[in-house]
């Protein structure tokens, strides 16, 4: 008879980043489908990120606003933890949860240095099609 091998999977958590300064940048990209949300410090490592997506939100219902503040809440908890104290906020995309996740920060108690809205804007674009001949 063959030996059974048993594979045991050893996961190795990462031990979690304390932000010295207490200072750090949340970007919150917001798209038609999602909400997704980091926290990195000032170099640009990240220290937490959440997902509508990752709260337990599936399909349609990751593309509300109240999905966003969900995500944005879990995040700034996971933040709380490694010592940010105040935050740079980076806003991009379309989408519904924009402003809830805005919202979500503010209520949050912890203070906003900046806030800015970084959606990519083209300034021209690809070449357009030919005129159309009839």
Do not use: C
Not at 32 to 60: L, P, Q, R, Y
Request: proline share 4%.
């Amino acid at each position: 008879m063959a030996k059974k091998e048993m594979k045991i999977n050893k996961t190795v958590k990462k031990a979690t980043r304390i932000v010295t300064a207490g200072s750090g940048r949340i970007y919150v990209s917001t798209t038609f489908n999602n909400t997704i949300v980091t926290i990195t410090n000032e170099k640009g490592d990240a220290i937490a990120w959440s997902s509508a997506g990752n709260v337990g939100f599936k399909g349609t219902r990751k593309a509300t606003p109240f999905a966003a503040t969900q995500a944005v809440e879990e995040t700034l908890k996971k933040a709380r933890e490694s010592g940010v104290s105040s935050l740079e906020v980076y806003i991009k995309g379309p989408g519904v949860g924009r402003d809830a996740a805005l919202r979500a920060i503010r209520s949050s108690g912890i203070s906003i240095s900046m806030i800015a809205d970084i959606t990519p804007i083209p300034h021209n674009g690809p070449r357009q099609k030919k005129r159309r001949r009839v």
